[in-house]
């Protein structure tokens, strides 16, 4: 920690930049995307960075820029941008920059640009949306479907689109269209002459995909391979390995690295070796392929090659990775240092950005304290981090989305920001968690009863190993982390103050509105409301809400369409018409990301507004004028 180090506050929050999509060249050239938050004037400005093999770096700023990847020779770099588009322009654009030169665009796309990469040194793959005019108003006005899902999160109304493959000459611009999926295309690779890409056998379950390929110089589509749920393809030495499951236990299943070998034939290289699941191909490094696999709070870089053998290991989360066959570059984060991104080469790791680090050298961070309960016949591994001062301390539990999400060795921010307020902060991994084996990830027909227990039980862990104060304790979460504040409060009064977002409280209306309910609720409740529902309302928080005694604040956002506003409404509702004391703070724009994704602004209000809630309820902090404020009072209206 720095000599003289400031308290960790929301703007220094606030201002840590978002990086994605590294890519490394032929030559060792490396991309990233990044997004800088502008709090002076409420945007958040991406921008694509290079750090160049020979020295120096470029920066290419403009509205939309994102999706970096180079061309074969490393001579040219592709891209996805709004740059340069007209008021009121719909879409985004396909723009190629030459080493030293300036960006031009290549082609647009009306519904914008969801994939992009080289299929050739001259060509450039790009998959988009392409509208079906039977089903999508030409004013705009209304789309028409018979099938789901009528909208999607962060995209908006989507019925009538589906994504489809275009080819386009990255001189003339000139584009083709490959593919004329009905269902869409999920995702794509080129592989030796074809492009080969995944997409649907049936839209009412997104999870029966079928590998395809074309010829890239245009053809009719063939079916490669079905019986897998295939979620990332990437070709290795003009061989295809894919990353995908059998649906073992449902969506709880693991992806396993599997290798195309024949035309409906697909081995599986990591099946009986390693049992943890991995987040994605990275590429191939010495031939053999290069994965990111979660392990107990960690991701891990890894070759296989008969056996799993870690490249890069350390008390960090790696989210991002790519390798050009002789190193990786990768973005990381570690409980006290942001995301940076990071180069492998030859056994040694190097930091080659310093977007971030600001914030190691001008801030007080903490380290958390590792803990591990049995819990309901299984080990829960969690954590806690302890702020200074003597005495006891408020503590906050947070509890992660998914159900399939992880905490661990990453940078949370939010975590840091309460710490500096004075709470120990506490977070784990129960059942349904990811990052240990396969089975402990299944928590199907189980919602808000194992996991629940297994919080309680490593709550006690903290509260016997740290300095807490009982009385003063609250708990937070989105998504799934929501449902569980929603269901948490209905069990046990130990809490004096609850922050649920973005979170379910009603599974059956959950199952008719959200983007993912027709088919995610019945895999992981079991069946629909229509044949099984007592478990609905089992499973559903506010069918209990007669019971809470926790004063509740629930955030959520209008343009959520994963946990539709329905749910917010339905805890409210329910708590209010109870008696209960329940404030909802909805927010106008925003996905069911909001948190991380929206306007400076926007975020700054939300932490706002949950840390005095908090500290309010817990007696922490004197109540501010009501109609100031906008929070502290049951009866406000918002």
């Known amino acids: 920690m720095p000599e003289n180090a400031r308290r960790f506050d929301v703007d220094a929050l606030l201002s840590i930049a978002r990086l994605s999509s590294p890519r490394l060249s032929s030559k060792g050239d490396i991309a990233f995307s990044a997004v800088i938050p502008d709090l002076g004037a409420n945007k958040n400005r991406p921008e694509i960075r290079v750090v160049w093999s020979e020295g120096g770096e470029s920066y290419y700023q403009g509205e939309g820029d994102s999706m970096p990847s180079w061309s074969p020779d490393a001579s040219k770099l ?49 998959v988009a949306p392409v509208a079906d005019e039977k089903t999508r108003d030409k004013d705009g006005d209304y789309v028409a479907t018979d099938r789901l899902p009528l909208w999607f999160d962060g995209s ?10 275009h080819l386009v000459d990255a001189e003339s611009g000139r584009t083709s269209r490959l593919t004329s999926e009905d269902l869409g295309v999920l995702t794509a690779e080129p592989c030796g002459n074809s492009i080969y890409y995944v997409t649907l056998r049936r839209w009412a379950d997104p999870l029966d995909t079928v590998v395809k390929s074309v010829p890239a110089s245009g053809g009719e589509p063939e079916t490669v391979l079905e019986g897998l749920t295939v979620s990332q393809l990437r070709c290795i030495n003009e061989k295809l390995f894919m990353l995908a499951h059998k649906r073992e236990i449902g969506l709880a299943s693991h992806s396993k690295l599997y290798l195309l070998e024949d035309r409906g034939k697909a ?96 801030f007080r961070l903490y380290k958390p304290r590792r803990v591990e309960v049995e819990a309901e016949g299984e080990v829960v591994e969690g954590w806690f981090i302890e702020p200074e001062g003597e005495g006891s301390k408020p503590l906050i539990l947070f509890i992660h989305g998914g159900p399939k999400g992880m905490y661990g060795y990453g940078f949370y921010g939010e975590m840091q920001l309460f710490a500096s307020e004075g709470f120990t902060v506490a977070y784990a991994n129960p059942r349904g968690s990811d990052g240990y084996e396969e089975e402990f990830a299944d928590i199907r027909g189980r919602y808000g009863d194992t996991d629940y227990k297994q919080l309680m039980k490593f709550l006690d862990a903290v509260v016997e190993s740290s300095r807490v104060d009982e009385g003063k304790m609250a708990v937070t979460g989105i998504s799934y982390g929501g449902y569980m504040t929603n269901v948490i409060v209905t069990k046990t009064s130990r809490f004096r103050a609850a922050v649920s977002e973005n979170g379910i409280a009603d599974w059956i209306a959950d199952f008719w509105a959200a983007d993912i309910g027709y088919w995610f609720d019945p895999d992981q409740i079991g069946g629909t409301p229509l044949d099984n529902l007592e478990e609905y309302v089992k499973r559903s928080p506010a069918f209990h809400a007669k019971s809470v005694n926790t004063p509740v604040m629930i955030i959520h956002s209008v343009e959520d369409y994963r946990c539709f506003i329905d749910q917010a409404l339905a805890m409210h509702t329910a708590l209010k018409v109870n008696g209960k004391e329940s404030l909802l703070v909805v927010f106008t724009k925003g996905s069911h990301g909001h948190s991380i994704l929206a306007s400076p602004r926007h975020r700054k209000k939300r932490l706002e507004l949950k840390l005095k809630w908090i500290k309010e309820k817990l007696g922490l902090a004197s109540t501010s004028d009501k109609g100031e404020a906008g929070v502290g009072g049951e009866n406000h209206r918002l």
Request: net charge negative; with cysteine; aromatic share 8%.
């Open 267 to 362: 081995s599986c290289l990591t099946c009986g070796i390693l049992d943890r699941n991995i987040w994605s191909i990275a590429g191939g490094l010495g031939g053999e392929p290069v994965i990111v696999y979660a392990d107990r709070g960690r991701s891990v870089i890894a070759a296989v090659e008969g056996r799993v053998e870690d490249l890069v290991r350390g008390d960090m989360i790696v989210v991002q990775a790519d390798s050009n066959g002789e190193e990786v570059v990768y973005i990381a984060s570690s409980p006290t240092e942001p995301p940076e991104v990071y180069r492998f080469k030859g056994g040694d790791v190097e930091r080659v950005s310093s977007i971030n680090r600001w914030v190691v050298e001008e």
């Open 78 to 126: 592709a891209f996805a941008s709004r740059r340069g588009s007209g008021k009121g322009e719909k879409g985004s654009g396909l723009y190629i920059v030459g080493r030293g030169g300036e960006p031009r665009r290549v082609a647009w796309f009306t519904h914008g640009v969801s994939e992009l990469g080289w299929a050739s040194a001259t060509k450039v793959y790009v």
């Open 156 to 165: 908006g109304l989507v019925a009538g689109l589906a994504d489809q493959i």
